[in-house]
């Protein structure tokens, strides 16, 4: 068999060489590698006049650089202080962006946070854990959030503990991705080896694994996943949806890559299936019963486009009314005729089983010229979207107008700016929804989360203070419909969350 997957690789190699003159219609190369894979320098930091030429948002939203000089900046995640960690892969470090404190709209500094890691790309922070994962295990470290004071900075609390050292590694595929779900276990991806090809354990490569947050009880949780470097959990049904890389050489137009809804034990297809349970031409055959029972994308994204990280977000005015929403950084294709994808899209969770995808962040890509590539989506304190983008080696913000150039969330704003989110509604009818809200509050035990003095042991504290500065009484009603994971779905209706968002917004 092994010798099956060599013989596989090398022709799949000398394809790649000779592929221009033996199988155009099939393959052809045509990435913005060239410096970025020999040792280069990238693309080099876009320039203002680029950005606003170029870079393309929704109506009342606009698009900055947050960072430069990030070199391949990949996973992203934010702090409870509003620092951005990033990991650098290639360099084995993950760097530290210090928030935003004086209000310019990018951030304040970098410093080196860890090294010495094994192609570190996933992060994700569970009360008070930094998990990292390696492209051959992951880890954890107590970490500090500190109050972005200079007394207060940031800072590992212990040493960094390997909790699982044999994640399968080498190969195609080597970034892995974890998170911790409202189950309060850990999720990893692990990518397949090759382009196409059987695996060796195909249940823990092109897979999700499932383990207890100390690293213990590796299970199995799906497979037939080629490449989902993202996933994240949908706000109003708390399902996991993960991105999926579609497999090279079938043209430039097929297959398409893939938003899966992630199931437990489900199998998505991958080497025997593409797409919509279509035969794949090399590893289909005979493979009939894996191709009936192979779960079909729940979105399909054009062929090569590598859709990346994906982020489910709130709290964006229009752009959020109508349901969940989750952005997606697409990668760009290397291996199509005409380049195709470098963009952020958003998608929208329509009723039944529609998602309509729409163009969120422009621009990287013009005339086959490429300025950047984007990787990594999270929604930041302030409600700002940032992008890691290993080509420009930067990390883009893009906010929503209406919350202002800098951070709300991060002392940028002086307070009393904001107008009162609860105008409109006074005297008695205030008062009544303000206690109706508080007796809810604490029947339904939020503070057992939110209130340190009441919280349940190991539960992550987080005190629900500001929100008038970044919600309005509608964004934080739907809030409660739809909390942001890890955060359990109450059991209130439409009035009582109206109740329970008045009485948040009043302390
Ligand atoms: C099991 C723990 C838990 C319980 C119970 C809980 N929450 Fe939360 N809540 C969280 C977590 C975790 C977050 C997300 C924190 C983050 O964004 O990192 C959150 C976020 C929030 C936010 C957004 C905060 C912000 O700064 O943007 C609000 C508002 C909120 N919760 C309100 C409530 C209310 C009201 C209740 C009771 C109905 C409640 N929570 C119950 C854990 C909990």
Same mark, same amino acid.
């Given at each position: 068999?092994?010798?099956?997957?060599?013989?596989?690789?090398?022709?799949?190699?000398?394809?790649?060489?000779? /592929?221009?003159?033996?199988?155009?219609?099939?393959?052809?190369?045509?990435?913005?590698?060239?410096?970025?894979?020999?040792? %280069?320098?990238?693309?080099?930091?876009?320039?203002?006049?680029?950005?606003?030429?170029?870079?393309?948002?929704?109506?009342?939203?606009?698009?900055? *650089?947050?960072?430069?000089?990030?070199? %391949?900046?990949?996973?992203?995640?934010?702090?409870?202080?509003?620092?951005?960690?990033?990991?650098?892969?290639?360099? !084995?470090?993950?760097?530290?962006?210090?928030?935003?404190? =004086?209000?310019? !709209?990018?951030?304040?500094?970098?410093?080196?946070?860890?090294?010495? &890691?094994?192609?570190?790309? #996933?992060?994700?922070?569970?009360?008070?854990?930094?998990?990292?994962?390696?492209?051959?295990?992951?880890?954890?470290?107590?970490?500090?959030?500190?109050? #972005?004071?200079?007394?207060?900075?940031?800072? &590992?609390?212990?040493?960094?503990?390997?909790?699982?050292?044999?994640?399968?590694?080498?190969?195609?595929?080597?970034?892995?991705?974890? @998170?911790?779900?409202?189950?309060?276990?850990?999720?990893?991806?692990?990518?397949?080896? /090759?382009?196409? /090809?059987?695996? =060796?354990?195909?249940?823990?490569?092109?897979?999700?694994?499932?383990?207890?947050?100390?690293?213990?009880?590796?299970?199995?949780?799906?497979?037939?996943?080629?490449?989902?470097?993202?996933?994240?959990?949908?706000?109003?049904?708390?399902?996991?949806?993960?991105?999926?890389?579609?497999?090279?050489?079938? #043209?430039?137009?097929?297959?398409? /890559?893939? &938003?899966?809804?992630?199931?437990? +034990?489900?199998?998505?297809?991958?080497?025997?299936?593409?797409?919509?349970?279509?035969?794949?031409?090399?590893?289909?055959?005979?493979?009939?019963?894996?191709?009936?029972?192979?779960? $079909?994308?729940?979105?399909?994204?054009?062929?090569?486009?590598?859709?990346?990280?994906?982020?489910?977000?709130? !709290?964006?005015?229009?752009?959020?009314?109508?349901?969940?929403?989750?952005?997606?950084?697409?990668?760009?294709?290397?291996?199509?005729?005409?380049?195709?994808?470098?963009?952020?899209?958003?998608?929208?969770?329509?009723?039944? =089983?529609?998602?309509?995808?729409?163009?969120?962040?422009?621009?990287?890509?013009?005339?086959?010229?490429?300025?950047?590539?984007?990787?990594?989506?999270?929604?930041? $304190?302030?409600?700002?979207?940032?992008?890691?983008?290993?080509?420009?080696?930067?990390?883009?913000?893009?906010? *929503?107008?209406?919350?202002?150039?800098?951070?709300?969330?991060?002392?940028?704003?002086?307070?009393?700016?904001?107008?009162?989110?609860?105008? %409109?509604?006074?005297?008695?009818?205030?008062?009544?929804?303000?206690?109706? +809200?508080?007796?809810?509050?604490?029947?339904?035990?939020?503070?057992?989360?939110?209130?340190?003095?009441?919280?349940?042991?190991?539960?992550?504290?987080? $005190?629900?203070?500001?929100?008038?500065?970044?919600?309005?009484?509608?964004?934080?009603?739907?809030?409660? @419909?739809?909390?942001?994971?890890?955060?359990?779905?109450?059991?209130?209706?439409?009035?009582? @969350?109206?109740?329970?968002?008045?009485?948040?917004?009043?302390?």
């Amino acid at each position: 068999m092994r010798r099956i997957i060599v013989i596989l690789s090398l022709a799949a190699v000398a394809t790649v060489f000779a /592929c221009r003159y033996l199988l155009p219609e099939r393959f052809a190369v045509n990435a913005p590698i060239a410096h970025q894979m020999f040792g %280069g320098k990238g693309a080099g930091t876009p320039e203002a006049e680029q950005i606003d030429v170029r870079m393309g948002v929704p109506e009342g939203f606009s698009v900055g *650089l947050w960072a430069t000089d990030v070199r %391949g900046a990949r996973g992203l995640r934010f702090t409870e202080a509003g620092d951005l960690l990033v990991t650098r892969p290639r360099v !084995g470090e993950i760097v530290l962006l210090e928030a935003d404190h =004086d209000g310019d !709209g990018r951030s304040d500094g970098q410093r080196v946070l860890m090294k010495g &890691l094994n192609r570190p790309h #996933g992060m994700d922070f569970h009360q008070g854990w930094l998990y990292v994962a390696e492209t051959d295990g992951f880890g954890r470290v107590r970490f500090e959030p500190g109050d #972005g004071t200079e007394a207060g900075q940031a800072r &590992l609390a212990g040493a960094y503990e390997r909790l699982v050292e044999n994640l399968p590694k080498g190969g195609n595929h080597w970034t892995r991705t974890i @998170r911790v779900g409202p189950d309060q276990k850990v999720y990893v991806t692990v990518g397949s080896s /090759c382009n196409v /090809c059987l695996e =060796d354990d195909p249940s823990r490569r092109a897979a999700m694994l499932r383990f207890e947050l100390d690293g213990s009880g590796e299970t199995p949780f799906a497979s037939g996943l080629r490449n989902t470097v993202g996933f994240d959990w949908r706000p109003s049904t708390g399902e996991i949806y993960g991105t999926d890389n579609g497999r090279d050489l079938l #043209g430039d137009d097929y297959p398409p /890559c893939e &938003l899966n809804r992630i199931v437990e +034990g489900g199998f998505y297809g991958w080497p025997f299936a593409n797409g919509a349970n279509r035969p794949d031409p090399d590893f289909g055959e005979g493979q009939a019963a894996h191709i009936e029972t192979s779960i $079909p994308p729940a979105h399909p994204f054009r062929a090569h486009n590598a859709p990346l990280g994906i982020a489910f977000v709130r !709290g964006l005015g229009t752009l959020t009314a109508d349901g969940d929403v989750a952005i997606v950084a697409l990668h760009g294709s290397w291996n199509r005729r005409d380049k195709d994808g470098y963009k952020v899209v958003s998608l929208h969770f329509g009723p039944g =089983d529609q998602i309509i995808e729409r163009d969120f962040l422009t621009g990287f890509l013009e005339r086959e010229d490429v300025i950047g590539r984007p990787v990594d989506v999270v929604q930041g $304190p302030d409600g700002a979207i940032y992008v890691s983008d290993d080509y420009a080696n930067v990390v883009w913000r893009v906010s *929503l107008d209406a919350l202002g150039p800098a951070s709300p969330g991060l002392g940028a704003s002086t307070p009393g700016d904001a107008s009162d989110p609860l105008a %409109g509604i006074e005297g008695e009818t205030r008062a009544r929804l303000v206690s109706e +809200g508080e007796a809810l509050y604490a029947g339904h035990a939020c503070g057992s989360c939110h209130e340190a003095e009441l919280a349940d042991e190991g539960v992550v504290v987080k $005190p629900l203070e500001g929100l008038g500065a970044r919600y309005t009484l509608v964004e934080l009603s739907s809030l409660l @419909r739809t909390p942001p994971s890890p955060m359990p779905i109450p059991d209130l209706d439409a009035a009582e @969350r109206r109740a329970v968002a008045v009485y948040l917004l009043s302390r």
